[in-house]
């Protein structure tokens, strides 16, 4: 079982649109989760960063981190074309422990 | 944060050649990393680059195969050697932001296609 899971999708919905992206893991010593977007044969974007439990907002992008249940999500309202992208989760305890990366949600949001 | 920026951005390399990866970085960071990223996967850490000494390679990443530099606090070298096909991928540069629970920030990466 790998460390985290994220499923790769792709996940195609309409413009305007709630997503729902979502990573569990099995770590319980993760405490810093973070969210990156990766465009096409670019390099990985840092969306949103959350320490422990609870809900981040930015603009149209919420995070959620439910440490009990070892799950993690980030939402995008309104979603617009330019949202279309790889998505990676990805988590650490701290320390000098390095990041675990998720294996990316690939979205598309159809206009 | 920091800005990263690698040189190459893409190239077609040889089987059997080298090709060295530049990282610049517009401010002095200490923890610098090397990624690689193969087509239609997540990314794998290869090392992290020590300034001054020799750097920390992860299992299954040998200073043979990927020799780093790393003169100062703001640019490192990834030599990606005696490539074969299975090399093809994206090489991406990192740094870490110590405020923020080892955070990183990428760069634009080098995508090197081997043929």
């Known amino acids: 079982q790998k460390e985290v899971e994220q499923d790769p999708g792709p996940l195609s919905v309409p413009e305007g649109a709630i997503v729902s992206l979502n990573c569990t893991y099995s770590?319980?010593?993760?405490?810093?989760f973070m969210w990156y977007r990766q465009y096409s044969r670019k390099g990985p974007e840092l969306l949103m960063y959350?320490?422990?439990?609870g809900n981040k907002e930015d603009g149209r992008f919420t995070a959620q981190v439910d440490k009990s249940s070892k799950y993690i999500s980030l939402f995008i309202r309104d979603s617009q074309p330019s949202d279309s992208a790889t998505y990676l989760c990805?988590?650490?305890?701290?320390?000098?422990?390095?990041?675990?990366f998720g294996t990316g949600t690939r979205l598309t949001i159809i206009p | 944060s920091a800005v990263i920026s690698q040189k190459p951005s893409r190239d077609i390399c040889q089987r059997g050649t080298s090709l060295t990866i530049q990282c610049q970085v517009d401010s002095q960071v200490t923890m610098m990393f090397w990624y690689r990223q193969q087509p239609g996967q997540s990314l794998t850490l290869i090392a992290t680059?020590?300034?001054?000494?020799?750097?920390?390679?992860e299992s299954g990443f040998v200073i043979d195969k990927f020799p780093i530099s790393r003169p100062n606090l703001t640019f490192s070298t990834l030599t990606v050697s005696n490539m074969s096909p299975e090399d093809s991928s994206i090489y991406l540069c990192?740094?870490?932001?110590?405020?923020?629970?080892?955070?990183?920030?990428f760069g634009e990466g080098s995508w090197l296609t081997v043929v």
């Open positions: 680059a020590n300034q001054g000494s020799e750097a920390t390679y």
């Open positions: 959350t320490y422990s439990s």
């Open positions: 990192s740094v870490e932001d110590g405020l923020a629970g080892n955070t990183i920030y």
């Open positions: 770590n319980s010593a993760f405490q810093y």
């Open positions: 990805a988590m650490s305890a701290g320390g000098n422990e390095k990041l675990t």
